[in-house]
């Protein structure tokens, strides 16, 4: 059983950064794909960003297209999310989660998910 440990969160006001980590307890086929989703108060899960251990083609929300990015470091089994010129909207809980397969696959179908971790924005 892969477990996803997610850390990194906190507050910051508009505009500021803050970089998500996920650590990945150990890399399985079921944990090829990695992505990032959020959930606001009374709103639905939203996908933010994905990657795949094997490649850089990472797939973006539009809402965060050029101001998030994902990285991954595959020698110390973790994921992160570089987070620049944040907004209130971006204020949620981060989850990471992972699947077998690319992207699309872990975009639509996440199979094992993290604990998440607060991110909040002020202004």
């Known amino acids: 059983q892969v477990q996803l440990t997610e850390s990194g969160g906190g507050l910051v006001k508009a505009g500021g950064s803050l970089r998500l980590s996920c650590a990945v307890s150990?890399?399985?086929?079921?944990?090829?794909?990695m992505a990032w989703f959020r959930q606001a108060p009374g709103a639905e899960r939203e996908f933010v960003a994905a990657?795949?251990?094997?490649?850089?083609?990472?797939w973006y929300a539009p809402s965060v297209m050029g101001r998030f990015t994902i990285a991954r470091d595959n020698a110390k089994n973790t994921v992160y999310l570089q987070m620049n010129s944040l907004k209130l909207e971006d204020t949620a809980v981060y989850y990471c989660?992972?699947?077998?397969?690319?992207?699309?696959?872990?975009?639509?179908?996440?199979?094992?998910w993290g604990q998440g971790t607060q991110v909040t924005v002020s202004s």
């Open positions: 150990r890399r399985t086929f079921g944990s090829s794909a």
């Open positions: 989660a992972a699947a077998a397969g690319g992207v699309t696959e872990v975009r639509s179908k996440p199979e094992t």
């Open positions: 990657i795949t251990w094997a490649d850089d083609s990472p």
